[in-house]
């Protein structure tokens, strides 16, 4: 392994720190066993006290309906601040805001608001005739709503669909513009990344949170594959790392380090909140809260 990791100790990780504030994101369950494996993490991670946990939204909206079961369970199952992902592919602006009406009058607070991505074999993201265009249009109807809480996507490397370099600033100045109170990004596996990222919003005029996006690695032969699809540099150091972890078999080990000293790092310079991906598989995602301090809290884990 690179003899440049830091394998901090608990102790090391919280020092000087405040627990940072942490979310978490699920998706839809599609079997019956990925219902089961949906429930263990909630019930293993809800006790983390998160500040809110958000439900994805299948390509081209093929979970829409289970994205709306699901939010609707977790509120009141948990107790959660539940956040919905919604998007503008295959719904009409009528269609879309009485589905952002529906979560509201059940509970839901905070929105997600993604432009999507295009449903599989087709050839790319197309509006609907009568829908939002794009998700600064989304952000802009959602904001004309009563939805005080708009989260948007954010990437800190260039999006494969980007035009230029600024073009993912210049596109999350717009949503910010048209209404959306916060940002969280892509994943990353190097903290120079966000953080480079985060001065270049700055320097735009982007003053809202920007929430990095951890991603505790399970897989990493797939989280390649899924990084290389999205735009997310792959550092060779950290390759070599992981295929000496799977040689030895402490890969999760190894996962765990990683995304702990990304989130040490940040935390260093002033972060004080990760929303994570989880994938549905909770125990990374514990193991790293817990190395940042954050413990768990009794009477959560009694609901739970």
């Not at 000496?244 to 190894?254: F, Q």
């Amino acid at each position: 392994m690179n003899k440049s990791r830091s394998f901090a100790s608990f102790e090391d990780v919280t020092m000087g720190h405040k627990p940072p504030k942490i979310s978490f994101e699920f998706f839809p369950p599609k079997s019956l066993q990925a219902s089961f494996d949906l429930w263990e993490s909630l019930n293993v991670l809800a006790p983390l006290n998160p500040e809110f946990v958000s439900v994805t939204y299948g390509a081209g909206g093929t979970t829409r309906q289970l994205t709306k079961e699901m939010t609707e369970a977790i509120g009141k199952s948990y107790g959660l601040d539940v956040a919905a992902h919604l998007t503008c592919v295959n719904a009409s602006k009528a269609e879309t805001l009485a589905i952002a009406k529906s979560y509201v009058d059940a509970g839901v607070k905070q929105i997600v608001a993604l432009r999507g991505d295009a449903p599989k074999g087709s050839a790319g993201f197309c509006p609907h005739p009568q829908g939002f265009a794009d998700s600064v249009d989304l952000v802009a109807g959602l904001a004309a709503t009563n939805i005080k809480t708009i989260h948007v996507g954010a990437y800190p490397e260039p999006h494969p669909e980007a035009s230029n370099a600024n073009a993912d600033i210049d596109w999350l100045k717009r949503k910010i513009d048209a209404g959306a109170t916060s940002a969280i990004t892509q994943f990353f596996f190097a903290s120079e990344v966000f953080l480079r990222f985060r001065d270049r919003c700055a320097k735009a005029g982007i003053h809202v949170p920007i929430i990095p996006g951890i991603l505790p690695i399970e897989n990493w032969d797939n989280v390649k594959r899924f990084a290389m699809r999205c735009g997310a540099s792959i550092p060779a150091s950290l390759d070599a790392e992981f295929n000496m972890a799977k040689r030895n078999e402490v890969e999760d080990i190894l996962s765990v380090v990683v995304a702990t000293d990304i989130c040490s790092d940040l935390m260093d310079h002033g972060i004080d909140q990760f929303h994570f991906y989880t994938l549905n598989r909770p125990y990374l995602t514990r193991d790293v809260c817990l190395a940042l301090g954050i413990v768990p809290d009794a009477k959560l884990a009694l609901v739970a």
